[in-house]
């Protein structure tokens, strides 16, 4: 029997037509590709809470987790990744530099054009995005 892998959110930040992309600053695992914010669940802590509060670490954005709209397997096969569709409420985009080196508003089609990004990245905006 395999072990159950431990839980990190993906954020599709929705701001009208456009999500929020960050680039993950250099040093950490992933640097450099560019991705929705993502980070870990922590002991105790809901899905919808750590939507709330990675978003709010890594852009300085306040979000409204909607709902869970996708699950899939890191690239590196350590995490299980559950994908939260939230709304933007407020805030000024203010990046975290020790997490994200750049972060913008831009449409699917925009991401899918940037490099480098992660397979199941690219796999959710072109397959499961345009039916939300």
Known sequence: MSARLPDSVVMVVR??????????????QGGGYWAPPSGKVELGETQPDAVIREV?????LVVQ????????????GAFALHWWLTEYLR???TPDPREV????????EEFAALAPIFDG??????DVFPRL
């Open 15 to 28: 701001r009208g037509h456009q999500v929020l992309i960050i680039q993950r600053a250099k040093g950490l």
């Open 56 to 60: 709010a670490e890594e852009t300085g």
């Open 65 to 76: 987790p909607l709902r869970k709209v996708w699950e899939c397997v890191s690239a590196s």
């Open 91 to 93: 805030g000024a985009l």
């Open 101 to 108: 080196s750049a972060a913008a508003w831009m449409s699917a």
């Open 121 to 126: 990245d690219l796999e959710f905006f072109r």
